[in-house]
């Protein structure tokens, strides 16, 4: 189990017996963690600097920056990441290799600030891609979820 752990900065490996490893740390903005392109790497999701970074044996890659808060996402069939940016309240596909980032949907009533005090991602909006491609988004704005069937 990946947790990450605001208070610390840390993503840590937590074991079902309770042992705790620091993967990570000084990463305050962690919003959303997934599996990454292999079985020892998973894809993080960093609101505070606008980035989705690919983590592998405590090594950091940045796969994309530039982002607008970016939260949730989840890893298509593809391989393709799709992420709530909800600083610009759309849904974009980002390629891991190139970083390249397409917009998907836009306009979705996504990105309800945090509350004062709460950590960035504090309230996350979710991102599922099922195996047919659609892809359903959690709206915090309007108490919905959105299904998106790309073209």
């Known amino acids: 189990l990946l947790v990450a752990e605001h208070g610390t900065g840390s993503i840590l490996k ?15 903005g962690i919003a959303a963690l997934r599996q990454g392109s292999d079985d020892d790497s998973f894809y993080a999701t960093d609101v505070l600097n606008g980035q989705v970074l690919e983590i592998d044996d405590g090594d950091i890659d940045i796969i994309a920056t530039g982002l607008d808060r970016p939260e949730g996402f989840d890893v ?17 596909r980002i390629d891991p290799n190139s970083g390249e980032i397409s917009e998907v949907a836009r306009n979705l009533a996504i990105g309800l600030a945090p509350a004062q ?11 599922v891609v099922s195996s047919a491609g659609n892809i359903y988004v959690t709206s915090d704005l309007n108490t919905a979820i959105y299904k998106i069937t790309p073209q």
């Open 14 to 28: 937590v074991s079902t017996d309770g042992d705790r490893e620091v993967l990570v740390d000084e990463l305050p």
């Open 76 to 92: 298509a069939a593809d391989g393709s990441i799709v992420l709530a940016e909800v600083g610009k309240q759309r849904i974009v």
């Open 117 to 127: 005090g709460t950590p960035p991602g504090y309230i996350q909006t979710g991102v």
